[in-house]
Nanobody, 120 residues
């Protein structure tokens, strides 16, 4: 139900926009990343309407989440990328009625992930 796109190779300090195409209902959506040997890390989440969002402190001021419900797509704009942010990036959907969770276990559906590599 979820399909990420937009990953690839970018230089340190560069920008990249990830997209997540969502089929089915409108969900609370989140973006996560996971580097080798590390736990899955919450980056940002957005409510169903797109009016409320939360951003992790580690990326605040550099990453921004948005959604276009007419296109059933959620975006993650990433600026000032760093080499240590090389990881597989995932979008996820939460079926619950409520706020935006930062916990991976609260999300019901996951995309296949897209690799983002930041070169130094």
């Amino acid at each position: 139900q979820l399909m990420e796109s937009g990953g690839g190779l970018v230089q340190s300090g560069g920008s990249m926009r990830l997209s997540c195409a969502v089929s089915g209902r409108t969900f609370v959506m989140g973006w996560f990343r996971q580097a080798p040997g590390k736990e899955r890390e919450f980056l940002s989440g957005i409510d169903r309407s797109g009016r409320q969002s939360v951003v992790a402190d580690s990326v605040k001021g550099r990453f921004a989440i948005s959604r276009d419900n007419a296109k059933n797509t959620v975006y993650l704009q990433m600026n000032s990328l760093k080499p240590e942010e090389t990881a597989v990036y995932y979008c996820a959907a939460d079926r619950r009625i409520g706020g935006i969770s930062r916990f991976p276990n609260d999300y019901d559906y996951w995309g296949q992930g897209t690799q983002v590599t930041v070169s130094s």
